[in-house]
Nanobody, 125 residues
Framework: QVQLVESGGGLVQAGGSLRLSCAAS????????MGWFRQAPGKEREFVGF????????YYADSVKGRFTISRDNAKNTVYLQMNSLKPEDTAVYSC??????????????????WGQGTQVTVSS
């Protein structure tokens, strides 16, 4: 079992930055691929990106590529989402998720087993 708790959300002006953290419980954290998803009001959950279990590989949705960076510290059981050059359309609840490192369907929420409760990010124009 892995429990995930996000933090770091808030209100920021367009062009600003935020760093989200996702703290995990459980000694098996380092064996999971970690993903970030977001959901805006009235919209479906959207894949943001993932980081491999070792941190050696990352992948991002086109909408955030070049602006967002995912990293992890397995010693601290924590994964991070650094968000720069934020836009109003980035406004959403952001959630982290843990999934199998072997699933090829990394952009689908079906590939992730454990989820955090989410943290709100609001970008004002």
């Amino acid at each position: 079992q892995v429990q995930l708790v996000e933090s770091g959300g808030g209100l920021v002006q367009a062009g600003g930055s935020l760093r989200l953290s996702c703290a995990a419980s459980g000694r098996t954290f380092s064996s999971y691929r970690m993903g970030w998803f977001r959901q805006a009001p009235g919209k479906e959950r959207e894949f943001v990106g993932f980081i491999s279990w070792s941190g050696g590989s990352t992948y991002y949705a086109d909408s955030v590529k070049g602006r967002f960076t995912i990293s992890r510290d397995n010693a601290k059981n924590t994964v991070y989402l650094q968000m720069n050059s934020l836009k109003p359309e980035d406004t959403a609840v952001y959630s982290c998720a843990a999934g199998s490192p072997y699933s090829s369907n990394y952009a689908s929420d079906m590939a992730y087993v454990y989820w955090g409760q989410g943290t709100q990010v609001t970008v004002s124009s």
